[in-house]
């Protein structure tokens, strides 16, 4: 029974969607985003859940992702973690965070992430990195300038 995310549920036809695993939260981002599509996937016959997100959290900080992620975003994974079930997403930091927990993950109709990123803070002054927390952005503590998000070098 594979997790989808909100794309597959906006665009795949409705039998491949019937049967899925889905977060109670995509409800909300669906009525936002097509209140008639909403309707209609409210019909279906899904496995609707609301997992507890800590270990896509976790996972998510490691790798850097937790700032593009939102809270729909981290219960598909948590979902995904929890059922063991392939991910349907076309979300880069969905896949990428899927990759570092070995997930098995598949686009909706995007191009699959090739590869695994990391990412950190860099600071545009003196250049000291460091690992992202939460905030996308900080002020650097040693010289003050802005730290932006760079891709890591590993």
Partial sequence: MPVLDTAALLHWPVEKIAGNLVANSQMTELENLS???AMLVEA???RWESPDTKDAEIAAAKT???PRLSPVDLDVIAIAINSNEIL???DYSMQNVCRFLGLEFQPVFNQKSK???FWQLKC???RATKEIEIEKEETCEICGSPMKVKKARR
Wanted: hydrophobic content about 30%; aromatic content about 12%; glycine content about 12%.
């Fill in 88 to 90: 349907y997403t076309d």
């Fill in 115 to 117: 590869k695994q990123w």
């Fill in 44 to 46: 279906l016959d899904l």
């Fill in 64 to 66: 850097g992702d937790l």
């Fill in 35 to 37: 209140p008639e599509r």
């Fill in 124 to 126: 545009i002054g003196c």
